[in-house]
């Protein structure tokens, strides 16, 4: 049988898809046979071709992994001696990865009554030869990661094990391997082995700076056995902060390494901030955190359209972030203020200036409180002159800044409202031509401070409607409509039933966008004017829009009708869900067609995007 069985594989291997059906057949009948079990043993054993090995161990695998228990001792015995002496016939590296595919497999079942298993990989291991090594170290992670708490008792023997491989500083696969193996243990360490375990993190730490100046990728995944210690035993590491956290800054601060492993140590670096705040405080680590990534915020803008997650500058405002939440305001703020804020706003550089103003803003969130009652002014200041620097880039991240100020100040910085927004309002028509940044931030920093003004907004509502409706006529660029319709929304969810006077003005424009044809940018406008149409039927009171619900829920139908995309009709349901708070009689004669439309939209599998987010770097 292994000889007609290996015949069948070879076929499936064959670029010739008439030829992989019939082998295909074949081996679904011959799979009904007990015996192509030990046929796969034998092909794993004698088979030339490690192509057609690799094939008979991931069947076998297949064919043990729910039938284990029902085999009997000898075929049992059979499979796994032989298991171990194509581990041990030096083969092709994904030979070795199927065969230890099938040992886990057995190792969930009998791990205990399986001595051989790790006699082999503990020889192999301790063998002088490094390929024996690697492969052993290679097995034994696996095997770990299978049998999780069934290692316990072996792992003394193994920490020693560990220790001695760490020490070949001049092979980075057993160092990196060494580090795998070790990650799999962690989730079953108990206080017991805290000391033992931990003696080994130095050599770990010094393996990742090793393989770093090799292989990146085999140093992240060498570094996630610090992630793992982190999520489940973060006592251990607490020895080892300022190695770790050197680390992690070096990393952060070398720009000849990927961006995405920057990113990666640098959201270890995040981690370790908001669990061992104390800490860090402890050891006087923060500045030295601050040395680094502050300097690392001066970097130039992406394109609006660029993914920044895994962009080390954009990711360096994230670990300040995390710095602001959990960190005392006042042992963080004064020492950001004083030695990095104002050093870098008075610097003849614009990425400095501009760095300045982006940690102004991160931090704002996190330390508002401390920020209101000793800054505010200082911090409107530098914003302001941020304003009417000559470098792009700090005035967009003046802007930023203020949006950032309008939503966290609340509500002091309303008293600020007659400097604040004129010159949003002069922004906006100095930027109406253009698509940059500094268009969706200047509305960010607009939306930001008029959605929380309430009824302070009213004496300004005549010149924000004027410049609002202005940018809706008159921008030649769709996404400046789109903001601008937007912007009207905020400003009539702040106004409420005094931005009826302007509704009239308001609407004359909107209704343009609200009939728009549907082409991608006939879509964009309408779904923004929708949403906004939402906004005056729950904001400007039921006598005022009862005379437009009608209207509006057949401009809703008409359009759920016809539509394909998923964010328009997510915008419709929240206007008939706002029309439903207001005037739930003008919904009554339609329910039928609107209720089986929702139940069309439950049953599908498309995702809308979220409404408006202003772009932030």
Known sequence: MAAQLEQIISQLLVPDSNAIAAATAKLKEFAKDPAIVPALCQILSTSENNTIQQYAATILRQKIERNWTRLDNDVRNGIKTICLQALQSQVSREVRNSVTAVVCVITKHEFSSWPELLNFITAACYNDNIPAKELGLYVLGEVSEAVGIEMEPHFNSLFELYAKCLAHHGNPEVLHLTCVAMSQL?????????????????????????????????????????????????????????????????????????DGTRVKFMTFLSWLVSTKKKALQKLQLVTTILDVILPLMACPDRDEDEDTSQYPGSFAGSVLDTLALHLPSDKLVPILYKNYIIPLMSSTQPLERKAGLTALAVVAEGTCEYMLEHMLQECLKLAGNGLSDEAPEVRNAALYALGQFAEHFQPDIVKYSNEILPVLCQKIADEMSTQSGALTRTYYALESFCENMGENIVPYLPDLVEKLVVMIAHSPTVHGKELAISALGAVSNAAEEAIVPFLGQIMEHLKVYLTAPDTEDGITLKTQAIDTLSVFARKIGKDTFSPMAGECVQLGIANLASADDPDLRRCIYSLFAAISSTCPEALYPCLDPIVKKMFETLDSTEVSLNSYVPFIS
């Open 186 to 258: 962690v989730p079953y360490l108990g206080s017991n082995h805290a000391q033992k375990f931990g003696v080994l993190l130095p050599h770990a730490i010094n393996a990742i700076q090793i393989l770093l100046g090799v292989d990146e990728e085999k140093a992240c995944t060498s570094f996630e056995l610090f992630d793992a210690l982190l999520d489940c035993e973060v006592a251990i590491i607490v020895p080892h902060l300022t190695s770790l956290l050197t680390l992690c800054l070096e990393v952060t601060k070398n720009g000849s390494l990927d």
